[in-house]
């Protein structure tokens, strides 16, 4: 079987399983999400196992230390896959809820209510992780899904897809409800992306080549997990304490994913007396700092950065400082280079705060907290499928709701258009 058909096949077949699963109740979907969280921990083993195969494949091929972080799995990630899909069966579900619903003087009801959105294909890279919290998502929502992961987890994502089909087939789902594209040719993404008689969204969430090449390809539609260029400012009325904390935590803490801060913005009036504070907790860390003039000046261990570092999404541990001459630089400094991911403001000025909240373009606008928190998880949403940095038809981290869409019913007594 050629690549064609073997994509076209699998799409054919999870779109059957679309119709059957819009159908299954709640609780036999939460049944199956909670038996699937029990096997991938009885299967942790076998899962670490086969990623270590991809984390070995990972050295070689000379991936950086925080693209291996996010492509690692141990016993406590396997088993924080197990939690997320025991908490997604916890959540409501959204299928079925009546949003409104009015009646028309002639006589007519109409509502409009929430229902799945059928075959939902999602690429992604590095992160195993996804392929459990994406499948648990789709499943509760009733919604089949073609898992597309990068060749670098191409162990681990079998692995763990394994464990979730043979537990949601002991509860009822659909065999071909859960798929997994063993194949990472390329040419098998494009395939996907002209399928739209199967498949109804497209969801891709990886690297900047990756979401252009979806977005430029694609017929069916497609909500976009861009790149993630966060900012934080540091206004001239911040506490200097917590500028610190938060500002440690968005670069450092974990700097291999779309939530942490790339750029740093400091208020000049704030600059001489912390900069130095956190170019030290920087340069501990082993963070390498690319700096405008002013910064150098203030920090002369810094690098000087490029207009390219502005636009950069390191990924990595270096970032971008850039002092600035008032809020409305930072402002316009983040319409200009942001990618409507997250931004975050440290202030303890009211009418700055509210000012960033109102005027900053993005999926999470943030005062005095880091951007790390931009994530499903975090958010109550129990997981996400991706953080879209489209506006439509869902922006921000993709939960349950987020996979649905409405369609409208009307009840009537015999009314006819005159």
Request: hydrophobic share 45%.
């Given at each position: ?143 089949a899904v073609i898992l597309r992961g990068g060749s670098e ?67 069916v539609p497609v909500v976009k997990h861009d790149k993630g ?154 997981a996400e499928v991706g953080i879209s940095t489209s506006k ?27």
């Amino acid at each position: 079987m050629d690549i064609k058909e073997y994509v076209t096949d699998i799409a054919k077949r999870a779109k059957a399983a679309s119709r059957t699963l819009a159908t299954l109740s709640t609780d036999v979907k939460n049944t199956a999400l909670l038996k699937m969280a029990d096997r991938l921990e009885e299967q942790a083993a076998a899962i670490i196992e086969a990623n270590k195969k991809d984390m070995a494949d990972g050295e070689a091929k000379g991936l950086s230390k925080a693209m291996l972080d996010r492509l690692m799995l141990d016993e406590k990630r396997v088993k924080g896959m197990a939690d997320t899909l025991r908490e997604v069966a916890g959540l409501p579900d959204p299928v079925g809820e009546v949003i409104r619903m009015w009646k028309r003087p002639n006589g007519l009801q109409i509502g409009k209510v929430r229902v799945p959105i059928g075959v939902v294909g999602i690429i992604y890279e590095s992160r195993p992780n996804v392929t459990a919290d994406a499948a648990s998502l789709c499943l509760k929502t009733g919604n089949a899904v073609i898992l597309r992961g990068g060749s670098e987890a191409i162990h681990s994502n079998t692995a763990i897809a394994k464990a979730l089909k043979e537990a949601g087939a002991e509860a009822g789902i659909p065999a071909d409800a859960v798929a997994v594209m063993e194949i990472t040719d390329r040419a098998a993404v494009m395939e996907m992306l002209k399928l739209d008689k199967f498949v109804d969204l497209v969801i891709p969430r990886g690297g900047e080549a990756l979401i252009k090449a979806v977005a430029e390809n694609s017929t069916v539609p497609v909500v976009k997990h861009d790149k993630g260029l966060c900012h934080t400012y540091v206004d001239e009325d911040a506490d200097p304490m917590m500028a610190l904390k938060i500002c440690y935590n968005a670069k450092v803490q974990r700097p291999g994913v779309c939530n942490a801060m790339e750029t740093l913005l400091v208020h000049k009036k704030a600059a001489d007396g912390w900069l130095p504070a956190i170019g030290k907790k920087f340069k501990e860390a082993g963070v390498e700092i690319r700096g405008c003039e002013r910064t150098l000046k203030i920090l002369p261990y810094a690098v000087a950065a490029s207009a390219e570092d502005w636009d950069t999404e390191y990924l990595d541990l270096i970032i971008s400082v850039k002092v600035v001459d008032s809020l409305q630089e930072a402002i316009d400094h983040i319409a200009e280079h942001g990618s409507s991911h997250s931004e975050a403001i440290i202030t303890e000025n009211y009418s700055h705060a509210q000012r960033f909240l109102q005027e900053v373009d993005a999926a999470a606008v943030y005062v005095n907290a880091s951007t790390r928190f931009t994530d499903g998880g975090q958010f109550g949403l129990g997981a996400e499928v991706g953080i879209s940095t489209s506006k439509l038809h869902a922006r921000g981290p993709m939960g349950l709701e987020d996979l649905t869409t409405t369609k409208y019913i009307i009840y009537g007594s015999g009314q006819v258009r005159k």
